[in-house]
């Protein structure tokens, strides 16, 4: 499932030219959020001494030396938009909480912004739009790549190393927006 969904996705790359510039601004300076595991990070090593690409007989081919690289930022922008307003409004998931309550001490004047988790200041995260695109609908429906995604982005919401804590009446789990545990696993 998500092998054919990456495969959607590098035929979209193409046809995303105009998109993938904001991308590579991006990802210059993608090392500023990195934590926790990566895509990248889950791949096999390479194997010894081989260069993968070079077929001997009786062995056999790497594919996963051919794997789409991870989800280009500007995807992630997209959730971390419709996150954050789900912190002052109802969320837009599939089955939202029907008693949700905003979890900010201040869901008019102070809300929860990009760059107070973003707090490096070197990428202009809080820049970056809200872009609906065809790749959007294939990870939005990959639910081992949002609950992933959230679990960070929840875990960073209520650490007391970063801004937005400060802003929260109550700590934030995943069923304050959603209605039944959302969690794949
Ligand atoms: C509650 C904390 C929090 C807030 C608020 C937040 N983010 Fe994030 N963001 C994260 C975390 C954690 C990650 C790393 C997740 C990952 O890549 O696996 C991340 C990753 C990203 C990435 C991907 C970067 C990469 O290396 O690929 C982009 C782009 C991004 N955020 C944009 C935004 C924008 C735009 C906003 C405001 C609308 C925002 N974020 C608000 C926590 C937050
Ligand atoms: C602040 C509100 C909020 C919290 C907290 C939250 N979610 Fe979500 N979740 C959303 C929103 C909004 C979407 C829809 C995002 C989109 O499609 O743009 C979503 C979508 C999802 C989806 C895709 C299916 C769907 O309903 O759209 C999964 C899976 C998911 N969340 C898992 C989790 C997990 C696991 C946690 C806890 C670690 C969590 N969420 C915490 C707001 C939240």
């Known amino acids: 499932m998500t092998r054919i969904a990456r495969g959607n996705v590098s035929v979209l790359l193409g ?22 595991e990566r895509l990248e990070d889950s791949a096999p090593p390479p194997p010894a001494g081989g260069n993968p690409l070079v077929f001997t007989a009786g062995e056999p081919l790497d594919f996963d030396a051919f794997e789409e690289p991870e989800v280009p930022p500007f995807v992630k922008a997209f959730f971390m938009h419709t996150w954050v307003e789900a912190l002052y409004s109802v969320p837009a998931n599939n089955n939202p909480n029907p008693d ?18 973003h707090v490096s200041g070197q990428v202009d995260f809080e820049n970056i739009p809200k872009m609906r695109v065809p790749m ?8 081992e790549f949002m609950a992933d995604l959230m679990r960070k982005w929840v875990a960073r919401l209520n650490s007391d190393e970063y801004f937005a ?5 109550r700590p934030v789990d995943c069923l304050t927006c959603h209605a039944t545990h959302p969690d794949p696993d």
């Open 100 to 117: 949700w309550t905003s979890p900010l001490l201040d869901p008019v004047d102070n809300r929860v912004w990009c760059t107070d988790c």
């Open 15 to 36: 046809l995303l030219a105009g998109a993938s510039v904001l991308s590579a601004g991006c990802s210059q300076n993608v090392e500023t959020v990195r934590d926790g």
């Open 165 to 169: 804590r400060a802003k929260l009446a």
């Open 136 to 143: 959007t609908d294939v990870y939005e429906n990959d639910h």
